[in-house]
């Protein structure tokens, strides 16, 4: 026997069930997010200088040690992407949700994933112009020795991009300020800094970090980017890096939607 249902309240309205995906709801996010960025000079620079700036000390840092700059210059053309992503992706959408733009968006028939994807999608390509800057940059005027195809660096470059900016939008989830977002930096992006093997191989750990490291996303970067720098072709072990580190990036992308709250605290 089913039970009847009891009719909504007078004044209250059901809100439309939506589709966990749209892709028209997706792009209106991605153009809303990236109309608003380009009315932010600062942050348009920030995302597309600080890692060319960064690259181009690194090699004058090292210029009496060239061979120096190409070990560890493909390393961080990889790293430093992925950290100006997360700073402003959970800055930025941090932003939407205290000012009450987020739940409002949500309010209307806006999925959670519309708007992960969204930002995503927006932060995505912004990405693709970074990494192809700082890429650029590193291999045609810096002197950046690799062995590898240059095309295969600017593909980890773009994956540890989209990486940084999945992290920072699952991160804005759990910060009720700015500051608390960049406050994040220290727990989610230092640990994999010092174990990724930028500073001493990750065999030569102690067996307990070296497991550790094995389970973060930016040591599969790292290892991608050295793979290039060895190797003329591209190698079983850079498909696989490359393909954890574009698995971690959907992964920490779906557990950012699911986190999302709807309502601002």
């Known amino acids: 026997m089913t039970t009847p249902t009891a009719p909504a309240p007078a004044g209250t309205t059901t809100p439309a069930p939506t589709r966990p995906l749209s892709l028209t709801r997706t792009t209106a996010t991605a153009t809303r997010v990236l109309r608003q960025l380009g009315h932010d000079p600062r942050t348009i620079a920030l995302l597309m200088l600080i890692p060319c700036v960064m690259l181009f000390l690194l090699r004058y ?48 028939p806006l999925g959670k994933g519309d708007l992960i994807a969204g930002y995503a999608l927006a932060f995505g390509a912004i990405a693709i112009v970074q990494s192809a800057l700082a890429t650029g940059l590193s291999v045609w005027f810096l002197g950046l ?31 009720a300020s700015e500051f608390q977002a960049v406050q994040f930096m220290p727990a989610v992006i230092f640990p994999q800094l010092l174990l990724c093997g930028l500073f001493t191989p990750r065999d030569n750990m102690h067996p307990a970090l070296e497991a550790v490291s094995d389970v973060l996303p930016m040591s599969y970067a790292v290892d991608g980017m050295n793979e290039v720098l060895r190797h003329t072709d591209m190698t079983a072990t850079f498909v696989r890096d490359a393909l954890i580190v574009a698995g971690c990036a959907l992964l920490v992308l779906a557990l950012g939607a699911a986190t999302l709250k709807r309502r601002t605290a």
Do not use: Q
């Open 61 to 108: 840092v090292f210029d009496g040690s060239p061979r120096t700059f190409d070990n560890i210059g493909a390393s961080l053309l990889g790293i430093f992407p992925l950290i100006t992503m997360f700073l402003v992706t959970s800055i930025a959408t941090l932003r939407e949700r205290t000012s009450g733009t987020l739940e409002r968006l949500l309010a209307m």
């Open 145 to 175: 020795d690799v062995t590898g195809s240059p095309w295969l660096l600017l593909l980890v470059a773009l994956l540890d991009a989209l990486l940084g900016t999945a992290l920072g939008l699952f991160v804005s989830a759990f910060a």
